[in-house]
């Protein structure tokens, strides 16, 4: 049972760390070089539009996580390899609940009412987005700390 839920778990982690790389390689650098063309808007929509993804990647990985710390008798929130992963997920969950989420929704919002009045990305929004992609970039950093705690646990 323990090996099943473990493989779930890295299932999760590797979507997660898929679909960073590609956000970060080809939406991001996409959505750069087509400023100002016509392409913009699909490319921040393709953007807006990985929320689904990232969330049942993170339910997984808190879920399966739990799971194996319950049934390890790891303990939560110790000072530990495994404490140290559960802080960064705790950290992540909050930066999406307060900061990505929230933002995600003004810029579709914006997005729409702009599209409907003929528009499509302004300077503001630009901005917006382009601090976004800083703290999904610090997201994903947290993730990738925490593949290597669970790979060394080396304290
Ligand atoms: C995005 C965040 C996370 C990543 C990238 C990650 C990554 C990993 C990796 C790579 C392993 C495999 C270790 C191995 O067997 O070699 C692992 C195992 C494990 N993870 Fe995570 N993890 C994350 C979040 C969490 C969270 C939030 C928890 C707890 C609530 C957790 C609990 C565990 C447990 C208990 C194991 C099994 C350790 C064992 O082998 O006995 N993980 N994780």
Known sequence: MFTFILVLHLIAVCCWLGGALYERCFIVAGF???AGSEK???MLKLLLGSVPFFFTSVVTIIVTGIAMTIMGKYG???WSWIGLKQYIM???IILLATIIAPGMKRLKKRLKENIERGGGVDD???SQ????IVYL????VGVLVNLILGVTKFF
């Not at 987005?129 to 976004?132: A, D, P, S, V």
């Open 124 to 126: 503001l929004m630009r």
């Open 137 to 140: 970039d610090i997201m994903h």
């Open 40 to 42: 913009e808007v699909p």
């Open 129 to 132: 987005t382009n601090r976004l």
């Open 76 to 78: 939560f929130l110790q």
């Open 32 to 34: 750069h070089r087509e």
């Open 90 to 92: 705790l950290g992540i």
